[in-house]
Each structure stands twice: as C-alpha cells, then as structure tokens.
C-alpha cells in the first residue's frame, strides 16, 4: 500500500491554530476508523497524540484533536506552543493486519 | 512504567542479516491485548511499517520487505526481535521497536530506537 498523503509542512504562531491533513484510499482510511497520530521530536521516538481518529491518550493536551472526513483525516492543534513544534505522521490501518504512515508534516511555531 | 530497549549491531554488511532484539519490561509480552511490531525511519525521512507479531506467533508484515522480513518473540527472555536479510544501503534508518494496542489499534510505547548502517 501508497504511504498517506500529508503537506510536507504547515505553521502557526503562538495561540493559533494549525491543521494537518491526511489523504489516503477507500482501503484504509475511507474504510476504517483507525487512524492515529504521532509526534516526534528531532531525536526522539514518535509519541502517540490522537488514536481512532479523534481519542486522546491520558495526559495528551485537549488542544490536539482529530477529525476524519471521506478519505481524509485531519489533526488540530490549537493554542500553539512552542513545545508542539516537531514532526506529525498520521497512521491507518489498511486491512488484513497492515498499517500505514502517511508522508509526514513539519510544523513550525512562528 | 512499560520500556521497550532495541539492541543490536550498529553496522551491517551489504547482502548480510539484520538483527534486533526488543526487551520489554514493565509488561509481559504474552499479554492478550497487545501486539508487538517493528517501525523504521531512514535518517532525514518518514516512518515505515515494517511488521507485528501477536503472541500466539501470528506475524503480519508490510508487503513490500515481506520476503526479506521475520519478526519472533522469545517470551522466556520477554522479548521479541527482529531479521531482515539482504540488506542494501537503502535498508539504514533508525529502527523502532513499539507495542501496537488492539483496543487503540496504534502504537502506544515505543523504544528510543536504534540507528542500523549498512556498509561494507
């Protein structure tokens, strides 16, 4: 399977707002409610933020939130601070067992 | 607290076999909720689904490493690991072990991950 399409970048400056979108097929995200995002930080491992398209995992901030529409999820991060500056992968799953990243997004707090 | 800790060598020959171990610890890999799974990220580059184990043995592997690709789990030593042979230069990156949670159908813990340079 394709790996999901994301902007390669995206920005906000602090308190704003920012979203992030995630466009895959009618096999994985159009097909199930799996999608999930990571943040990574330069150096670090990925930190799981949103799950089944729009839960919260304990202690992820409310100002993250997921949406899914047709083939396209979205993730939002509102209030911006600058600790929310890193790398966004969006995941689905894609049937039989198989799980994809989308392309990854760099969001930048101005 | 759940950690999970890659360990293997750091340099790889071209043609040779990658392997890695994962130790988890604060958790027992038999566990009936979760799977186990490998993610690898070349340096500069996005993620990439490499495989999942269950603890019954059941593997699932991304298509495309598929037939280079064997992901096993030692529950005596709690831990599960990973091959990939017939490694090219393309096959660097850092590689990530992680717990896949059925009830959230994501990765919830991931290890620091281990960086894996293939040259002669």
């Known amino acids: 399977q394709s790996a999901l399409t994301q902007p390669p970048s995206a920005s906000g400056s602090p308190g704003q707002s920012v979203t992030i979108s995630c466009t895959g097929t009618?096999?994985?995200?159009?097909?199930?409610?799996?999608v999930s995002w990571y943040q990574q930080h330069p150096g670090k491992a990925p930190k799981l933020v949103i799950y089944?398209?729009?839960k919260r995992p304990s202690g992820v901030p409310d100002r993250f939130s997921g949406s899914k529409s047709g083939n396209t999820a979205s993730l939002t991060v509102s209030g911006l601070q600058a600790e929310d500056e890193a790398d966004y992968y969006c995941s689905s799953y894609a049937g039989r067992n198989n799980y994809v990243f989308g392309t990854g997004t760099k969001v930048t707090v101005l | 607290q759940l950690q999970l800790q890659e360990s293997g060598p750091g340099l790889v020959k071209p043609s040779e076999t990658l392997s890695l171990a994962c130790s988890v610890s604060g958790d027992s890999i038999s566990s009936n909720l979760y799977y186990w799974g490998w993610v690898r990220q070349p340096p500069g580059k996005g993620l990439e689904w490499i495989g999942t184990i269950y603890n019954s043995g059941s593997t699932y592997y991304n298509p495309p490493l598929k037939s280079r690709v064997t992901i096993y789990v030692d529950t005596s030593k709690n831990q599960f690991s990973l091959r990939l042979s017939s490694v090219t230069a393309a096959d660097t990156a850092i590689y990530y072990c992680?717990?896949?949670?059925?009830?959230?159908?994501?990765?919830?813990?991931w290890g620091q991950g281990t960086l894996v340079t293939v040259s002669s």
């Open positions: 089944e398209v729009s």
């Open positions: 992680a717990r896949l949670s059925m009830r959230k159908s994501a990765l919830d813990y």
């Open positions: 009618s096999s994985d995200v159009g097909d199930y409610n799996y």
